[in-house]
């Protein structure tokens, strides 16, 4: 009889060993119960093993015979309670994504300009309150089309199935689906399979926005767009009219400043063909010729002064490049001109020896000298500047 038993308890120093296997002990009001469950029965397990979690465990109880204990070995363990509910929401979760009905192909844009929004809730709660209060404020000329749904309970999902589909065959621009938060058991109707199907199949836009932030419901995953709250979906839902109406009045000013931009240039086109239709009358045509002579005779007058001027300017500077290179201008400074009988002029002392005669030029005249002696300088001081 111990062989295949079932216990619920909750879940107290949770182990999980390198080797693989669980240990852990189920405890209640009255007692508890050392539990384990090895490596080849972790199959049996769908989630992480956690203090303080309510399951059931099922398994077969036995001595283990070093302590002298009973224990129970563990070949599977489920969620008690929501737990239950859990694991049936991961198994729907993961055949309608095997399915297809999540992927984002199949999702439709939500229009940003609606005129009509339909609503898929309870008539009473502060869900509804707070998407009609969020649409007219946002939007004062919105038209909110409501289905009275039952939003929790058994016939909850077949309700939020009809409202879809009166919805649907109303025409709505958009559909918001959805109701307060609560515990996973006042949600489950938007878990429920055909309340999935109902929102893949809509050819209408759908929001959900079921619960709190933190409530994920299957219809989020399969609607086109997921809110958090339902106030949030009323804000991706409807637009924000005054914002429209201001984006507009800019673009009315965008569209009036070329406008009466263009409106200037004509006017002032219309203007210039006025003045030149003035000019092309002969006594204008006359008026202008004179005119223009006079602008050449004026140009032709400073082009030629420019050019005299430029000519002098050019000669000073030639005339005094010739008085920086002429030889009188050097004479005038205290330098002379040596040379010998030949007119060689005599730069070096090499060229010269005792008893030749050379001819001195000055500024006022010549001096005819005879080489007594010479010396010549070291090259150094030659280039320090002494002079021989």
């Known amino acids: 009889m111990l062989q295949s038993v079932f216990i619920r308890g909750e879940v107290s120093n949770c182990k999980y060993h390198s080797s693989g296997h669980i240990y852990f002990t189920l405890k209640d009001e009255k007692g508890t119960l050392a539990c384990v469950m090895f490596k080849g029965n972790r199959d049996g397990l769908k989630f992480t093993l956690a203090e303080g979690q309510q399951v059931v465990v099922g398994g077969s109880v036995d001595v283990y015979e070093r302590d002298g204990k009973y224990q129970l070995y563990a070949r599977q363990i489920t969620r008690d309670g929501t737990g239950l509910l859990y694991e049936r929401f991961e198994e729907l ?23 009509t929004l339909g609503v898929v809730t309870a008539p009473t709660g502060a869900a509804v309150r707070d998407i009609i209060n969020v649409a007219k404020r946002r939007n004062p000329y919105i038209q909110i089309l409501l289905y009275p749904a039952i939003v929790q309970g058994d ?26 938060g609560g515990s996973l058991e006042d949600l489950w109707a938007f878990n429920e399979e055909i309340v999935a199907q109902a929102v893949f199949d809509c050819e209408i836009p759908i929001i959900s926005a079921v619960g709190h932030e933190t409530d994920t419901t299957i219809i989020d995953y399969v609607a086109d767009l997921r809110a958090p709250t339902p106030s949030a979906a009323a804000e991706l839902a409807v637009y924000d ?80 490049q010739f008085k920086g290179l002429s030889p009188l201008t050097k004479l005038n400074q205290g330098y002379s001109y040596v040379e010998d009988t030949k007119g060689h002029a005599i730069r070096r002392v090499a060229q010269v020896h005792p008893g030749d005669e050379l001819t001195v030029n000055v500024t006022d005249g010549q001096i005819y000298v005879k080489v007594k002696d010479k010396h010549e300088k070291e090259r150094e001081d030659v280039f320090r500047g002494e002079i021989c």
């Open 155 to 180: 016939m909850a999902a077949e309700s939020i199935c009809n409202g879809i589909r009166a919805l649907e065959r109303q025409g709505v621009d958009v559909m918001i689906v959805g109701r307060g």
């Open 241 to 320: 009219y005054e914002q429209v109406a201001g984006i507009l009045e800019e673009y009315a000013a965008a569209l009036e400043r070329p406008l009466r931009r263009k409106i200037k240039e004509q006017r002032d086109r219309a203007d210039k063909l006025r003045m030149q239709l003035g000019y092309k009358s002969p006594a204008g045509r006359i008026r202008e010729k004179r005119m223009r002579a006079a602008n050449l005779e004026e140009a032709f007058s400073r082009e030629m002064e420019r050019k005299l001027k430029e000519r002098r300017h050019r000669l000073e500077l030639l005339l005094e």
């Open 93 to 115: 979760k993961k055949e309608l994504e095997e399915r297809g009905m999540f992927a984002a192909e199949y999702k439709r844009p939500v229009p940003k300009y609606i005129r």
